[in-house]
């Protein structure tokens, strides 16, 4: 596993190093720190999607300009998210195996998962009109799980590990609208508002073969350097 996570920064350091050697615009570095509204959503009658849950995405973002009037550029970064949501499990033959452990079917599950995530979108901004100026993105999000906990309704499990039952990696569409607000020198506020849609199957629980995905809309707050 260490293995794993070596090659991936790695990656990602490589990822950095050949935009910064191409961008012909200016480079903006910003640190966000976002609440998100989060949740699971299953193609399986079997599996039902339960409360939304509240999470917490924060970490570095870089927009690569690559236009004289850097009004167009590539949007990516290295971020912390904390994220998850809820599913209810039911078979009306069998009771339910969960993490090693075995639960009547009906019962309600919380996945707190954390991952890390590297976005890469096209930006697009507006001029600049009495400091304020728009954008728009449309693009990816690449994740990799690195904590998966959580709880059941009848309190078997709280905040225990359920690794077994997440999968590793995760690709959701990354698609946002929002403003820039100059403060003058290299400085800005960022505010925004950004939808992931997740595309692959996150859950892993042999009994139900089903495809969850991982959604959540996020309030982008940052600060730009």
């Known amino acids: 596993m260490k293995q794993k996570y070596q090659k991936l920064w790695i990656i990602i ?39 939304v849950t509240l999470g917490f995405n924060y970490g570095v973002n870089a ?18 998210n904390s994220t998850g949501g809820n599913l209810r ?23 707190r998962l954390k991952y890390i995530e590297v976005p890469l979108a096209l930006k697009l901004k507006t001029s600049q009109f009495r400091r304020w100026s728009y954008w728009g993105q449309f693009g990816f999000s690449g994740m990799i799980n690195i904590q998966s906990k959580g709880d059941s309704s009848n309190d ?19 698609i ?15 505010v925004g508002i950004v939808y992931k849609n997740g595309f692959m199957d996150v ?14 809309l996020m309030l982008k707050l940052g600060l730009v350097f």
């Open 63 to 80: 927009d690569f300009y690559f236009d004289e009037g850097n009004r167009y550029a590539l949007a990516t970064g290295l971020l912390i």
């Open 176 to 190: 946002g609208v929002g403003s820039h607000f100059d403060l003058g020198g290299n400085n800005a506020i960022d």
């Open 156 to 174: 078997l499990l709280d905040k225990s590990n359920i690794n077994d039952e997440v999968k590793l990696f995760n690709l959701a569409l990354n």
């Open 89 to 111: 499990y039911y078979d009306n033959s069998d009771d339910i195996q969960f993490s090693r452990h075995t639960f009547d079917s009906g019962t309600t599950f919380r996945y």
């Open 203 to 216: 859950t892993s629980n042999n009994q139900f073969k089903d495809k969850t995905d991982l959604n959540s």
């Open 13 to 51: 350091l490589l990822i950095f190093a050949g935009q910064a050697s191409w961008a012909q615009g200016k480079t903006e570095l910003s640190f966000t720190a976002s609440p998100t509204i989060n949740w699971l959503s299953s193609d399986q009658k079997g599996v039902e999607s339960g409360k």
